[in-house]
């Protein structure tokens, strides 16, 4: 019987540009470590968050981590308590899937610790009851690629289906997240309710194309399809400088640039490591011209996803 | 000098459920001939349309063979006069995209006889004249497949991009006609305007998912994405029996069902040739209890496009 696990959970980059709602990529890099540990009190406790000084829930129902825990033992039936450690390597409210981490995290390591040996279908069922928490929504686009690792495409939502995509070879991201928070609540509220047909056409194209990419390994393709008419034109004014910044993107050879997720991280594609790094560069320059501190990412596409580091029997 | 030539055009299913506006393919079996013939008269004339009795206008510039014709005699600033015979082998208003098989049965014959030498990318801005005067807008989810044959993309409109999807091999197509006449336009006007949010969601997943399905040769995928939240809830009821009609197909194995085009004509797909057969014979059961007679046709997916089948010198 495990006393203790540790799993780490990847951020990730969802909507990606034309993928509202439906697509998402698992990031290399930063991600937060969740550690559940038996105790003898019944119960889930949050026993601790890293860094000090976060301003996040310490009630376990409420705490992205907590909740996944609180489903995964009361289906368990066991008669234990745990311990949550939570160490946050994501900025919060970030864009970069930080409430999909720690949800996936707590996941992966109460399966380890309780025995329940799910697998992660069934253990996105219970991180959704995190994302939840952290958005109101359920929407699985940063949990799928957390999760699974890779570049994924959620089809369909009754019942969840999430459809594995190739991922060419030479696809690298380049992530630039300025150090202002947005809600995710709050960004879902500055979304339009409907859309124009005329643009529902233009992002089925886009959402098509983009797979279609992918799947031929179509740079130029990919960099045709990176369009957005839903979320950034209605979310863009939440980011200081974005458009400076996306244009920063593109001028250095970035197949396209968008939000990412609800922001204000905002994420390029390119086809290549070293154009990876110049539009890091490019949009590190403008985000620092507008005042900004901010932290920037350069990573493959094809990543793995959560798993358990560390164990102790 | 060419002095007559003559071009087949194949029937085509646009929409494809998920893909309003932007997915379609071609049948193989029906289509439509035209012949173009140089004339020492100037100008461009319908000199004929087969069979006798269809109501389609004998004025060129208001006829859907006719007005790509203008279009090149115009670009090509020959002195030539031409005339046009249309052999009409898909039905008008049927929605297995007649007015698109003109348009561009009567390009590929004008190319040829005006010895042009555009490729299809030309071509295709030609036909949409056509397309342009029988239905009042400029999609090419028909010209495109009927064009270049298989199942394509229109990735976007600005400018057209046409992406060429590999097919599964053993993908079929059912396609059945009801013998009621829906115009283009007509079915068009019925569409929403706007599209809630959630549907876009679902929309973008499953034309997303449709690519993926097809690029990997996965039928279930096909199967699970071939829904649309856009036009079949709007048009269904201009088809009577349209839900039976359904439930037949999908009761007799077919992958998934839909209204072609703007219909009345239904398609359904199948993972084999024998499947494709028996959900014929359902669906035309159903039609005949609604006392219609209809038209059905059962091909392969990956079909060629259309062609030159004559030249006189």
Known sequence: MKDTATAFAPGSVS??????DIMGFALQGPGDRVTVRRSSKPGVRIAGIRPAGLRLPEDPSRNTAGAPVIAMLAASGAGTGLDIEIEKGLPVGSGIGSSAASAVAAAVACNEVLGTGYGPEELLLFAI????????????DNLAPCLWGGFVLVRGYDPIDVVHLHVPENLWCTVVCPSIEIRTEEARRLLPQTIPLCDVVAQTGNAAGLVAGLMMSDYDLISRSLHDRIAEPARARLIPGFAGMKQAALQAGALGCSISG????IFALSASESAARRAASAMSDVVRSNGLDHQSIVSKISQPGARVVGVNE
């Open 129 to 140: 009851e995190g994302e939840r928490i952290a958005s109101g929504a359920t929407h699985v």
């Open 15 to 20: 909507n990606v540009a034309c993928g509202f």
């Open 262 to 265: 609800s922001g204000p991280a």
